[in-house]
């Protein structure tokens, strides 16, 4: 089984240390990004599975990240995870939001499920 690529980005350093190290816990490669500029740069140099991103960050918030990376890369599995996630002006479609505090476990678990979900043909997937 080959390992996931996740680009986190976090633009809190200490906040980004412990979901990168929650997420390299649970077996992914992760490169980090202090914000959506950072993040497209990584994009660029480098394929990722995953995006998990901050919602509130100086420059370009999370939704407006996800939006530019899905331009290039459509069927990309994206995660927010921030304390203001209701603030999402629009629901993005197949993202999740995860409210901070968020547990090891939980975030481990929700990434894997965008994977997942992402791998599986549309047909496959259950009815919401």
Do not use: C, W
């Not at 816990?25 to 998990?52: K, M, S, T, W, Y």
């Not at 331009?71 to 995860?98: D, F, K, N, Q, T």
């Amino acid at each position: 089984m080959d390992v996931k690529r996740i680009v986190l980005v976090e633009d809190d350093p200490a906040v980004s240390y412990i979901l990168q190290r929650y997420l390299e816990a649970a077996g992914f490669a992760v490169r980090a990004a202090p914000g959506g500029r950072a993040a497209l740069a990584l994009f660029e140099a480098e394929a990722a599975d995953a995006l998990v991103t901050d919602f509130r960050m100086p420059g370009m918030n999370g939704e407006q990240l996800i939006m530019a990376v899905r331009a290039r890369h459509p069927g990309l599995p994206a995660l927010v995870v921030s304390g203001y996630g209701s603030e999402l002006e629009m629901g993005i479609p197949g993202v999740r939001v995860l409210d901070k505090p968020v547990g090891m476990g939980e975030l481990a678990a929700a990434v894997n499920d965008a994977l997942l979900n992402a791998e599986t043909p549309a047909v496959d997937r259950p009815m919401d």
